[in-house]
């Protein structure tokens, strides 16, 4: 994690000291941008205040009013899948720019990863439905997050996952024009980020961040990231290639193959070919995981064949069960089959 610049320990809020009408209890942890501290507030609600880098908040003399403006219009933003973002400003008194939100005490989907590895197939997919179901909202409002990433998806104290700093790209977006490489920010994470966003990121659409939510699904399915070792030159050349992702199902081979054919669709190295809408990649997710999705016949069939070739021949009962559905019959699979 990033070192917030000029800050001790405790970062900008101090422990027991006041922030409003709340006390700041703790440090929750320090990102790229900024620190979160969890705060109290008098009638015993808590809340989790993230508090922007000085040095981007006074990037430029319009920042501020830039950032105070974008955040009042992310809280207009509602959805069960995303962070509420309740109040944002700029204190002067104290030269920062704040944004306060739900705070979520279940911690992330990178917390998960690390302590657990894969997770269940079922829950993996019902976390990446849920997720594209909230940027489904952000996108018909003309906002994309651009960094989708596990960091950023958290769990209520209840378990539901979270999406959590939609917007916040876009306040750095305008604060880094000119000092991004001066400060050494990159907005997005490039281990998640689309070809196209890798290239140009001022010119992207909504299908980024359906890319980088693949990209998070395959790793909540496989508990690795599908280019994992690779540096960002590496990455850069994959994109320009338009390489796709190895197939999910090498490093997971329950993956069902309608689940497996939405993940590729989801990461294809060309926006046109993904689908166009989260909310379709949502419906898609959640049919696939109910085995009620129909499969274009050839492009699978090609991949079956050239797998089974590579076992040397031999199909599995695996492969010849995908075959059998789709050439129109049952399966055998029963619901649920493929969780762990
Ligand atoms: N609403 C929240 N409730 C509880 N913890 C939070 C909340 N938002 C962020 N955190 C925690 O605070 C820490 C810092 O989060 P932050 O969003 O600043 O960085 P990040 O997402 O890890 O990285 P980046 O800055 O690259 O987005 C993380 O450990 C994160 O889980
Ligand atoms: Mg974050």
Redesign the pocket.
């Known amino acids: 994690?990033?070192n917030v610049k000029g800050e001790g320990e405790e970062g900008l809020l101090r422990p027991g000291s006041r922030f409003g009408d709340c006390q700041v209890e703790r440090l929750?942890?320090?990102?790229?941008?900024?620190?979160?501290y969890?705060v109290n507030a008098p009638g015993g609600e808590q809340y989790?205040v993230?508090v922007l880098r000085p040095d981007i908040a006074g990037s430029d003399p319009d920042y501020k009013k830039r950032f105070v403006h974008e955040a009042e219009f992310m809280m207009t933003l509602r959805h069960k899948n995303l962070?509420t973002v309740y109040d944002a400003g700029d204190d002067p008194e104290m030269g920062i720019c704040y944004i306060v939100?739900?705070?979520?005490?279940g911690?992330?989907v990178?917390?998960r990863l690390c302590e657990h590895g894969a997770m269940p197939i079922s829950e993996a997919i019902s976390i990446a439905a849920q997720i594209a179901d909230a940027l489904g909202m952000a996108h018909f409002q003309g906002v994309i997050h651009r960094?989708v990433?596990p960091?950023?998806i958290?769990f209520s104290a209840d378990g539901v996952p979270k999406l959590?700093?939609l917007g916040?790209a876009k306040f750095l977006k305008g604060a880094t024009s000119a000092t991004e490489t001066m400060q050494g920010i990159i907005i997005g994470?490039p281990a998640y980020m689309a070809p196209e966003q890798m290239m140009d990121s001022s010119n992207i659409d909504a299908r980024a961040d359906i890319y980088s939510l693949g990209v998070v699904l395959y790793e909540m399915l496989t508990g690795k990231r599908p280019n994992d070792g690779s540096t960002v030159m590496g990455l850069l050349a994959k994109a320009i290639k338009g390489e796709e992702l190895p197939d999910v199902r090498t490093m997971r081979p329950e993956v069902s193959a309608a689940v497996a054919y939405v993940l590729s669709l989801m990461c294809s190295p060309k926006p046109e070919n993904r689908p166009e809408t989260s909310r379709a990649v949502a419906d898609l997710l959640v049919r696939a995981a109910a085995d009620g999705l129909i499969l274009p016949k050839k492009p699978l069939r090609t991949a079956i064949i050239r797998r089974s070739k590579t076992m040397g021949g031999r199909i599995s009962s695996f492969f010849r069960n995908i075959a059998d559905a789709i050439d129109g019959h049952s399966s055998g699979k029963e619901k649920g089959k493929d969780d762990d």
């Not at 929750?28 to 979160?36: D, E, I, S």
């Open positions: 994690m990033v929750l942890g320090k990102g790229g941008v900024g620190a979160v969890l989790a993230k962070v939100m739900e705070y979520m005490p911690g992330s990178k917390d960094d990433k960091d950023n958290l959590s700093d916040v994470t």
